[in-house]
């Protein structure tokens, strides 16, 4: 097995391990879910006082004629870059739940005149992800199945169906599902993928274009470090446009919002995507992140994130046989967090948190640990796989205060 | 007429006077847009850092331990003070139009069993409002209508109507509309009262459950000064919570969020009206805002707001017979901001802009002065009227470079 200090030599080699000083990071923390919030980049208070004090403070009204109208299709074009997408297909507005209603709604609306009113999810789809299908799919007459995906591979579909959910990333395993192959195979079928790339997005390559997606939706504040609650943005394949109708309209999709029509008319471009006015202030931390992003390269960021959840992975196994690896470790279906299991999941991981080791639970036995490689080091994750064999073998999660359920998250 | 010393005097003996400092404003700029987007409170960029560094850059994904997870109840609470409503009857999130949605797609199941699918709106209503009640009602096979509004009085109401969405002050006109009766009438035809206060709320008394209103919406960058694209409410009548479906249905409106179940269960509280996961660091300013009200009174801020209304329509009407004033003077019907009417309103507004007066259009005629009582003088509403009067007289509007349409609000 790897050696601590064959760890550090691996920092000492790495040509982004400089990155990791863009982030505000705790001292004595070894920081593993960036894959449900990402960390503090250091610029992005400049970025809030900028938009709060040097635009609203000073402009007030006038901001809007300054930046804010454009930024919702200005940090689109950003993310873009990042997920494979061309000019014009992505935007950034509301939560992920409430673009994914808009999408799912618009493949409905797609496929309705050939009667496909089903909507197929993934079974074990981030559960917002299910209630949103779902509600969505029922409220204009359809339905929702879950649909189980057994290696990577799609199950026989239902007739009627007419559109299908997927997660790039699953948010428990960590499994990563071959976007090419099951588009395609969606496609041959008649259906539209709609691909959630939440758990994906600032991790590894994404190529929305490539893989001939039809739509998707992302978060910002996970991988892509935007801050808590931060915009998410929304993918629509160019040729799908200007047939895509969103649920609901509001002005801001408007072709003209400030000429205050009674009717409405949907704006040629990605902007039919919006809805109401964009949370502008809240953008402010995303672009202080893809800064970060502009200065490296996705690919890089991909095999250094390959490199720690190898690492992690290979000094818990070597060194404990009382956890098993739920995240497949071949690299073409592995994501960028590792869940591993343990029947006393839940107190360990609290034992781990006190130990400095953030990382979480999910029911009923799994452990979660991201590993961003924007700000993670080798010698993290073998801190960390320490930390998670030690807990375990000294027993040190016994202690009753880990057994409360006291988090929230 | 009254003086300009005169206003100094009022301003003078104002005990309200004060609030003014609680904001940044720029110097040289009189700024009646107010009811568009409120300028920043002073004490909101420290309230942005305590979240941005103290919390997200501290504690990271710990923040949601810490106060983010209530930050939607919390701030509903809060604003609940301002327009009449119960414990557990509002909560922040989203957007206006987004919320606008849950409310009118509520309505429409609360009615579906009567046969109730038919959606009424002021014919007058702000377009985006107009664009989701309509967007909405025919997604679940309902319809929407306009219905006019004449001197505040319901016209016949046609079969089948099951919900109306009214504003309370109307966007263009500064028209305010009698709450309670409104409501009674659409009760007494078994018609639920949908009312949109982002016109009202922080300008005036609002008593959503006295007057019986079912939904509410309303909007916290305008006269609660959050700032730019922050988040909406929605008011839920408490009697009607546990009936009301959301659509579309989200994790933050589960009753257990973090359980991470694939079937839905709402929440019992006011909770179920949520979605995505809150815009956290957006509430920052909504916080600084609610400070200043917390120190002062509605009604009191409401004299004052028709004190200013007041003083700037007389200045106008007694030294100019150019304009039409299309706020109703009745302060039974009028709202916080002045309408005025011109054939050249475009460059007019555009003049007295470049005069520090900022103010806005609305086509075709209209230009509209906002009078935010928390920090307007009374100064500054005889400025600004002598302003208009003078850039009306002196015919400076007419210089070509205010006849451009550039400004995008």
Known sequence: VVTRDACIARDAADELAALRNSFTLPPNMIYLLGNSLGPLPRSAPAHFQRVVQDEWGAHLIGGWNLSWYDEPTRLGERIATLIGAGPGEVVVADSTSINLMKVVYAAIEQQRSDGRILVGY????????????????????????????????????????????????????????GMRALTKQLHDRGVLAIWDLSHSVGALPVQLDDCEADYAVGCTYKYLNAGPG???????????????RVLPEGWFAHREPFAMSPSFAASDDIRRLLVGTPSV?????????????????????????????????????????????????????????????????????????????????????????????????HVDAYDAAVAVVDVIRSETWRDPRYAMRETVT
Chains 1, 2 share one sequence.
Do not use: N, Q
């Open 281 to 377: 202030v809240a953008c402010a931390g995303l672009h202080a992140s893809l800064d970060i992003f502009d200065s490296t390269d996705i690919a890089k960021l991909r095999a250094k994130s390959l490199a720690l959840t190898d690492l992690f992975t290979e000094v818990v196994t070597a060194t404990s046989s009382d956890v098993d690896v739920v995240t497949p470790m071949d690299p073409d279906v592995r994501g960028s967090h590792i869940t591993l299991r343990h029947e006393s999941a839940y107190p360990i991981v609290r034992a781990l948190i006190d130990r400095g080791v953030v990382c979480d639970f999910r029911a009923p036995d799994g452990m979660r640990f991201g590993f961003a490689p924007l700000y993670l080091r």
């Open 122 to 177: 993934e079974a074990g789809l981030f559960p917002t992800d299910i209630y949103v299908a779902s509600s969505v799919a029922r409220s204009v007459g359809g339905s929702a199945v879950a649909l189980d995906i057994v290696d990577g591979e799609l199950p026989d579909l239902p007739d009627g169906l007419g559109a299908m959910v997927l997660s790039h990333v699953d948010y428990r395993s960590g499994r990563l599902l």
């Open 230 to 244: 931060a915009p998410a943005f929304v993918f629509v394949r160019d040729r799908l446009l200007a047939s895509t």
